[in-house]
């Protein structure tokens, strides 16, 4: 079993930065890849960006490419989400996620284990 815990989120100013972090435990945690997603009210979940654990490769969605930036602490479990130049379109309650498998890495049916997720909130 794998439990991941965000932390960070918060209200800030358009045009501000904040930096969630997910620290993730348990026995199995040792991931493929981990990912960021987020989710705003009646939206569907939006990938953000994941990780590759290992190499530390990345890949982002198109509408954070260029101002997020993912990174990871492989000693300390712990993945980073710095987002700069926020939108008020960003707001959303953010989610970490863990993944065993290489497919499909901006797709949420693909992750094993969720985070409770983390509220940011853009203001204009």
């Known amino acids: 079993q794998v439990q991941l815990v965000e932390s960070g989120g918060g209200l800030v100013q358009a045009g501000g930065s904040l930096r969630l972090s997910c620290v993730g435990s348990g026995r199995t945690f040792s991931p493929y890849a981990m990912g960021w997603f987020r989710q705003a009210p009646g939206k569907e979940r939006e990938f953000v960006g994941s990780i590759i654990w290992s190499s530390g490769s990345t890949l982002y969605g198109a509408s954070v490419k260029g101002r997020f930036t993912i990174s990871r602490d492989n000693a300390k479990n712990t993945v980073f989400l710095q987002m700069n130049s926020l939108k008020p379109e960003d707001t959303a309650v953010y989610y970490c996620?863990?993944?065993?498998?290489?497919?499909?890495?901006?797709?949420?049916?693909?992750?094993?284990?969720w985070g409770q997720g983390t509220q940011v909130t853009v203001s204009s």
């Open positions: 996620a863990h993944k065993s498998t290489s497919w499909s890495l901006a797709s949420f049916q693909s992750y094993n284990y």
